[in-house]
């Protein structure tokens, strides 16, 4: 083994919480994101302007994300 990594999927990202390894093993998850089309990133301790433009629409109804 010469990496491990733990993470969490959100739709069609897999957010990478934890990584240990050098970067042969960084290039590994690199290559298999290609094969799986999804993108890998590092998570990032911040909410993104979409998920909370989702989250109101789910709260409040579309029309008052519309506005």
Do not use: C
Request: aromatic share 10%.
């Amino acid at each position: 083994m010469i990496a491990a990594f733990k993470a969490r999927r959100r739709k069609w990202q897999l957010m990478v919480t934890e990584f240990q390894g050098d970067p042969a093993g960084r290039r590994i998850i690199e290559a298999w994101e290609a094969e799986n089309e999804l993108a890998v990133e590092e998570q990032v301790e911040r909410i993104s302007d979409h998920e909370v433009m989702e989250w109101y629409a789910k709260m409040y109804g579309r029309s008052a994300a519309d506005k």
